[in-house]
């Protein structure tokens, strides 16, 4: 499977932004469907964002929506995920995944994901 590695986490102060990278190796990513997720203490590892592999379609979760921004970067082999108004809320561990299913991007779970990143901490101060 691909391997992948986050980078971009950190403590921002409540209403901050932060922009969280996954760069991909041994394999390109024009060929996943890929992800973010991310996991709080004693909460389920939840999908918060999707796009598709040519960009085409994206999906967020309802808590997030108009706060983030998923993008891609094929060329680079590199996925970003922008997120803007953050809030005490949006504490977790953040992780990356790719998906090789053939499953539309809105109903992606985490059992459709087979490649994952080890995660990078966000902390928002509140």
């Known amino acids: 499977q691909v391997q992948l590695v986050e980078s971009g986490g950190g403590l921002v102060q409540a209403g901050g932004s932060l922009r969280l990278s996954c760069a991909a190796s041994g394999r390109t990513l024009n060929s996943y469907t890929m992800g973010w997720f991310r996991q709080a203490p004693g909460k389920e590892r939840e999908l918060v964002a999707a796009?598709?592999?040519?960009?085409?379609?994206?999906y967020y979760v309802d808590s997030v929506k108009g706060r983030f921004t998923i993008s891609r970067d094929n060329a680079e082999n590199t996925v970003y995920l922008q997120m803007n108004s953050l809030n005490a809320e949006d504490t977790a561990v953040y992780y990356c995944?790719?998906?090789?299913?053939?499953?539309?991007?809105?109903?992606?779970?985490?059992?459709?994901?087979?490649?994952w990143g080890q995660g990078t901490q966000v902390t928002v101060s509140s």
């Open positions: 995944a790719g998906s090789r299913t053939q499953v539309p991007v809105p109903i992606l779970r985490r059992a459709d994901f087979g490649s």
């Open positions: 796009i598709s592999r040519s960009s085409s379609s994206t």
